[in-house]
């Protein structure tokens, strides 16, 4: 990559976040009742249990279930292209590809067939919390979590998994947290959450999310150990170098934004850190060598710029860095499979969660 005298100085990377957001959590109502459990000692046994994915995306959460010996039964999406990737993805699941307020309970009944239903997951968006979007205490999506709680009453999992960005545990100072807290209380379920850093469960991103968990048996809610120090995560170039040759292949998901002459040359000028763009900072950043990725967005193509390429990084790359294998197709457009990964969970976040579920599930299933 040829470097010009008119580039910018990289910026310093940040190498902690949300420290005051843990603190929060771990005084609040929410630090309350759960446990540590290392997922590394873990062993998959031959017993398979059932989750139900709401607001499922492309499956993020549920590809790392499914690597810890869990199964979809059905999955509730109303992108349409993120149905369809779902749908592919996960041959035993039914997919309900619509608004989830129209999907009855006695239609979701049927779609799982009288199978128990042992974990109920669920990413429920997240764009009235983003520190990203405005942050409008009032957007309507900040109340989509009554459909866990809904789906929690109709299927009576033993636990619940959300997740979400560390912004809500802030949003409107907690009023949304102690609804959400108040509200699983209600029906029986002991809820807490933790903000857990994608990149210390190995994947190749800076990527913190909140995750609740709920349960109705009343034992402290396990949480996955963190795996990797700092000094031991993955890096962008760990995830992504052996891909650099390779060209354009919409077959497997390579695509990136196509870039004009004279984009390439200003591309050449951004340094790692800075953007592309002064007023449209939050897209067209420059990756950092020698560490995880910066959290991956779809920003209408915008992705971040390849770390050592004079480019925006692929879906395919954006899949890597979210800890998708190579053989998870997504469909729709390069943009719309964008879309979906900068929505998605890291599954390999997922499979650990699910890993520190293993135990306690085991303990009620063989006691019952």
Known sequence: MSISKNKIRAKKPQTSRYTNVKRKLEESIFGLNKTLVDTTKEIIDDYVYNTVDLFAGCGGLTKGFEDAGFRSILGVEIDPDAAATYDANFKDAAVW??????????????????????????????????????????????????QMVRFTKLLNPMFVVGENVPGIVTMDDGRFMNEIFNSFNAIGYTITARVLESADFGVPQYRPRTIFIANRVGVANPYPMEILTPDEHITIEQALDDLKDTPRDPSINHEWTAHRKSTIERIKKVSPGNSLYKTYADAFKRQYRGRPSMTVKENHGGTHIHHDLDRCISAREMARLQSFPDDFFFHGTMKRAMFQLGNAVPPLLAKHVALALRPTLTEFIDEN
């Open 97 to 146: 590809a619509g608004d989830i307020h129209d999907l009855s309970d006695q239609e979701a009944l049927e779609m799982i067939r009288g199978q128990d239903v042992h974990v109920l997951t669920g990413g429920f968006p997240c764009q009235g919390f983003s520190v990203a979007g405005d942050r409008n205490p009032e957007d309507e999506r900040n109340q989509l979590f009554k």
